[in-house]
């Protein structure tokens, strides 16, 4: 419990806390701030809040963030079905999106293996897209999970259960640096990434 502040301020500097990356330091400015900002502002802000809760999900084919039941790029007809970029987390899409070098299809895994914190095959979308490989007569599979140790696991665990099948399967080449998120990567070096992609 936040001591020596009217219960709603300690509540939300509580709550605020609670957030990735914000300490309660952090959470106190927040809070401060919302408390000299005019009603309407801070109105907007919690309506902002319930509509990304109430509007955005996932896209039903590819799991990537959508305000509808298909996300931009699925309902995309100029877009290539035959190839599919795997990527961790909708975040992946963005990167892979900025750089714009792709014109296939997305599918995301919604999180990385992790033997670790437990996380398996069965956690992620991995049937998903086996089923999508199966069902899009899908020719390329480009792996493009993080450049970490569960990043690469991930990768290795998905190009043996692939190997099998008729489609080609790709990983980005090592222009990422070594233990980087996809996300952090600048859009030069992940177009080299992609265009020096090796088979697997
Ligand atoms: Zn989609």
């Known amino acids: ?5 009217p219960r709603p301020m300690a509540r939300i500097i509580e709550e605020f806390s609670r957030m990735p990356g914000i300490g309660v330091r952090s959470a106190e400015r927040i809070a401060f701030y919302l408390l000299r900002s005019p ?17 955005v999900r996932f896209c039903s ?5 959508s305000e509808h039941e298909l996300c931009s790029v699925c309902s995309d007809p100029s877009r290539d079905a035959s190839r599919i970029c795997v990527v961790e987390g909708p975040n992946g899409v963005i990167a892979m999106e900025k750089c714009g070098i792709f014109r296939g299809t997305y599918h995301v895994l919604l999180g990385q293996l992790s033997p670790i914190e437990g996380i398996g095959p069965e956690q ?15 020719k390329e599979v480009v792996i493009a999970t ?7 696991t991930t990768a290795l665990y998905l190009s043996e259960v692939m190997k099998s099948g008729k489609v080609t399967v790709s990983r980005l080449a090592r222009g990422v640096p070594v233990g980087a998120s996809l996300e952090y990567a600048d859009v030069a070096t992940l177009q080299r990434a992609f265009e020096e992609r090796r088979g697997v």
């Open 124 to 138: 992620l979308k991995i049937k998903e897209l086996l089923e999508r490989v199966e069902k899009e007569k899908v």
């Open 146 to 152: 993080d450049f970490t140790t569960e990043g690469e």
């Open 39 to 55: 009603g309407e502002y801070v109105e907007a802000l919690a309506r902002a809040i319930r509509e990304v809760k109430s509007n």
């Open 61 to 65: 084919r590819c799991n990537n963030l």
């Open 1 to 5: 419990m936040i001591k020596g502040f």
